[in-house]
């Protein structure tokens, strides 16, 4: 992929990856990462972890590096809801918890875990290495941390691991809804990579054929394997697991999100900020972003029947929206894969939904399919929902 995008035609520059190495099988932590720590020599290791995922990885990784070199395991806590999350308090306990002479950090969970562990690493200017614990979010090789700052959800660029190691046999224990969570992340790519297609048509946005064309072929090598998803098998959970890697590599190579990312990531990211301020449980980015792009294809398809006075407009809803899967189809497989399909499965309310169908473009300048609704108030000319 590195010399895909490096001999790339589209104008832009891509960034170099500098993730030394990834690795994605059943030896991934006991022979691989083992092998890593003792070729980079590391003097002190501290593992980044919370209650649940030192069980599942925190502990093992203890053992097998114990004696190979120092290392030190710190545990986060959850707030009063039961969450850990990347705010304040979180951070500043992490980055106290990890002594000074610390040389490397392993990031043991899943996403949250990971943005804190970067903005640690970064902070410190030390690396870190990835030991995802599920396969629930494309964001483990990404260098943005999107962090709670002020009681508000922030994106700040922060570092990419030094190297990421995913042990299939520890993800494929992981519960079916952060499987269910990771396959919605890339659900999401439906609806992003129209978005961005979209705004290249009508704003002349800068766009990367390759980029789209390689997260669309993770995407769809997906949505070949919802069986095996479903039921966790290796193959199933390394596709899954090697799609989500994909998607976030290319991210860090453009530098920026635009091929991962469009109007499913802004309705989730709104409705965690509602959820953060009324102090509610959160629910798993995944599942929000698989239902809202769900949502989204659909009012997409219903716009092809609309009447709109602007022929390019016309023409580009036209060709871009109507190769698009239905929100059925897409309902279809997440139901499959054991994901929620809809918004009142994950206790939206209907007003809230509304709402975030007109705010949420206002929290990015990113053209969407929702800034297209907003500017020529397309929603109140349809009628959507699966019935
Ligand atoms: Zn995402
Ligand atoms: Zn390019």
Request: aromatic share 4%; with cysteine; net charge negative.
């Amino acid at each position: 992929m590195k010399n895909t995008l490096g001999a790339c035609h589209c104008k832009a520059d891509h960034f170099p990856l500098t993730i030394e190495k990834i690795v994605i099988d059943e030896h991934a932590i006991d022979q691989e990462l083992v092998s890593f720590v003792k070729t980079a020599s590391f003097q002190k290791i501290v593992i980044v972890c919370d209650n649940i995922t030192d069980q599942i990885a925190g502990k093992r990784l203890m053992s097998l590096l114990h004696g190979i070199t120092e290392v030190i395991s710190l545990q986060l806590e959850a707030n009063k809801a039961g969450d850990v999350t990347a705010d304040e308090r979180t951070l500043v306990s992490a980055l106290n918890g990890i002594p000074l002479d610390t040389d490397v950090l392993i990031a043991a969970g899943a996403g949250t875990i990971h943005d804190i562990v970067r903005f640690c690493a970064y902070q410190r200017g030390i690396p870190f290495l990835s030991v995802p614990t599920a396969p629930s979010v494309d964001g483990f090789t990404s260098a943005g941390a999107p962090l709670i700052l002020n009681g508000k959800k922030q994106t700040i660029q922060t570092k990419a691991p030094l190297a990421l190691f995913a042990d299939i046999n520890i993800l494929r224990e992981a519960p079916q809804q952060m499987v269910a969570a990771g396959f919605g992340d890339m659900l999401g790519k439906i609806t992003s990579l129209a978005d961005w297609e979209v705004s290249r048509l009508l704003n002349a946005e800068p766009y990367c054929p390759t980029a789209a064309r390689i997260t669309k072929t993770a995407l769809d090598q997906c949505l070949a394997r919802t069986d095996e998803m479903a039921e966790k098998t290796h193959e199933g959970i390394r596709i899954l697991m090697e799609s989500l890697v994909i998607s976030g590599l290319v991210m860090l190579m453009l530098d920026h999100s635009r091929s991962a990312s469009g109007g499913e990531h802004h309705l989730s990211h709104f409705l965690e900020m509602k959820a953060l301020e009324n102090q509610k449980r959160q629910v798993l980015h995944g599942a929000k972003v698989g239902c809202a792009s769900i949502l989204l294809a659909d009012i997409y398809h219903s716009l092809i029947q609309v009447d709109i006075d602007d022929d390019q407009m016309k023409k580009t809803i036209h060709s871009v929206y109507k190769g698009l899967p239905s929100g059925q189809k897409m309902a279809e497989w997440m139901k499959h894969v054991g994901g929620p399909t809809e918004f009142k499965e994950l206790d939206v309310e209907e007003s809230l939904l509304s709402e975030a169908l007109a705010c949420a473009h206002q929290l990015r300048d990113r053209y969407t399919g929702l800034k297209m609704i907003d500017q020529y108030d397309l929603l109140s000319k349809i009628k959507h929902g699966r019935g």
